[in-house]
């Protein structure tokens, strides 16, 4: 049986700097396009990003392309369980709002 790789989920996830705002598109401000993107990073050891996915879509391509980007510069913790580092995943809601 194969052994399940996933990491292990987390809830609240640590960041090693705070996390810069994520820029509105552009285009989808223009078009008045709205949504939360929840964005699913997995973090090795260290808490360097090995990949990132999108859990759920905003539903407009524009916002859940620039969520991921923007997701892609966050500089995560590692995450320690009973005094060891390992690996993990985390959702992260980027919420796109017009003022």
Do not use: C
Not at 75 to 88: P, T
């Amino acid at each position: 049986m194969a052994k399940d790789t996933t990491p292990k989920r987390i809830e609240q996830p640590s960041f090693k700097s705070k996390p810069a705002p994520i820029a509105y598109p552009i285009q989808a401000r223009r078009r008045g396009q709205e949504g939360t993107v929840v964005v699913e990073v997995w973090l090795d050891e260290q808490g360097r990003q090995i990949k990132r996915v999108v859990a759920k879509s905003s539903g407009v391509s524009a916002l859940d392309n620039t969520a991921l980007k923007g997701i892609a510069k966050y500089r995560f913790s590692a995450y320690v369980e009973n005094g060891r580092a390992i690996a993990h995943r985390v959702h992260i809601p980027i919420r796109f709002k017009l003022d």
